[in-house]
């Protein structure tokens, strides 16, 4: 019974959140650049110019477009950084139109 349990802890999802709504601008990657936090780690993410074409078709093709469709969407986001995040830990988390 006890290693039952010990199996179910090591596959239980590990939480994230986004308590800093900071976002920046990556002219290198054309993406949004945000952090998420998992107890004391900060984790990296990136949601590239396509994957915020998918969700947001009629956005600007600048930084300010993809800043303001990065914060139109901001749940729907976060939403799918937390998939993603779950799928292992990484240095940085690229967040693709495939994830959406």
């Not at 596959?11 to 990556?26: G, H, K, L, W």
Request: net charge positive; charged share 30%; aromatic share 12%.
């Amino acid at each position: 019974m006890q290693e039952t349990r010990r199996r179910r802890y090591r596959t239980r999802p590990m939480p994230i959140s986004f308590p800093n709504q900071s976002r920046s601008y990556d002219a290198t990657r054309r993406a949004v650049r945000f952090w998420g936090h998992d107890s004391a780690m900060e984790a990296s993410f990136f949601v590239n110019e396509d994957a915020l074409k998918r969700i947001q078709p009629d956005m600007r093709l600048d930084e300010a477009g993809l800043l303001s469709a990065f914060d139109l969407n901001r749940d729907l986001i976060y939403a799918t950084a937390a998939k993603v995040y779950r799928r292992g830990h990484k240095g940085s988390y690229d967040i693709t139109p495939a994830d959406f």
